[in-house]
């Protein structure tokens, strides 16, 4: 099939792939469909296991580990790169984490200190490797990072994810602001619900994919495959003008009342 998007000679790193279901794993297919060439990280010896036969499947030449809480491991990503390629073109983030207990709980109830690494693994980490790739991206770049509808909107049992992931899409528009004069355009893809890894720590999750479906002017939900082809799009230079927006790829579920 002929990519909506050629991005033959560009190198990405994709950072948050679990499993074949992954929302990352889909965006890397239609990265490496468009013709990039891609490095690819795991959290951990255990999603190894899982994480590696799929990189591999995609002709990957780095696939390292990274935790983003352990002190060193995003550095350590960075460091191979340049030595590897010497440069990068764009930069996928799809990760979040929230303890369960302060996910399964109303707002008013999580901790102060489950808030601040929901914060850090999800909103602050975009930063810091939005610092790293900058040496990397000389003659600029892409920033991606996922987001969803609850940043906008209360959804039930998404909890303290929603102010996060608002965070996370105010740090886009800061991040786009402060990169343009480098060159580098920034992104939040708000992807529609998918059935992940990540997903199953929301309560009732089940039922909110119900309510989606239902909802959507087709009555279905988006997938994997289709939010890669809009984070290919977005990795490449025809979505430039575009820095600093949020971007949906949920079926039109956000225009529904």
């Known amino acids: ?42 959290v951990n010896a255990k999603a190894e296991l899982y994480v590696r036969p799929l990189a591999e ?8 580990p990274c935790d983003v809480r352990e002190p060193g491991q995003l550095e350590a990503v960075f460091d191979q790169i340049a030595s590897t390629w010497g440069r990068l073109d764009f930069l996928f983030h799809s990760i979040a984490f929230a303890p369960r207990e302060d996910l399964q709980t109303g707002l008013v109830n999580c ?16 930063i810091r490797m939005a610092k790293l790739a900058l040496p990397l991206m000389t003659e600029g770049g892409s920033l991606q990072t996922v987001s969803f509808y609850g940043a906008d909107r209360v959804v039930e049992n998404y909890n303290l994810m929603g102010p996060v992931k608002a965070a996370l899409e105010s740090t886009v528009r ?14 939040a893809l708000s ?26 002017p087709a009555n279905r939900l988006v997938t994997i495959e289709q939010i890669g082809r809009v984070a290919a799009f977005l990795a490449g230079e025809a979505a430039a003008p575009l820095t600093g927006s949020v971007t ?9 009342a």
Do not use: W
């Not at 190198?11 to 890397?28: D, F, P």
């Not at 690494?117 to 602050?124: G, I, T």
């Not at 059935?195 to 929301?202: E, H, L, M, N, P």
């Open 1 to 42: 099939m002929t990519p909506i998007v050629d991005l033959t000679g560009k190198r990405g790193l994709v950072v948050g792939i679990a499993n074949e279901h992954s929302i990352a794993y889909g965006c890397a297919r239609a990265f490496r469909d468009a013709g990039a060439e891609l490095a690819v990280t795991y």
């Open 111 to 126: 901790s102060a200190e489950g808030f601040a690494l929901a914060m850090d693994v999800s909103c602050h980490s975009f």
């Open 248 to 256: 949906y790829a949920d079926q039109g579920f956000h225009i529904i």
């Open 57 to 64: 499947s995609l002709d990957t030449p780095i696939i390292v």
């Open 191 to 216: 992807a529609g619900p998918v059935k992940t890894r990540a997903a199953s720590g929301i309560d009732r999750f089940d039922e909110l994919l119900d309510r989606v479906r239902e909802r959507t």
């Open 174 to 187: 800061a991040l786009a602001a402060d990169l343009a004069p480098r060159g580098v355009h920034v992104h």
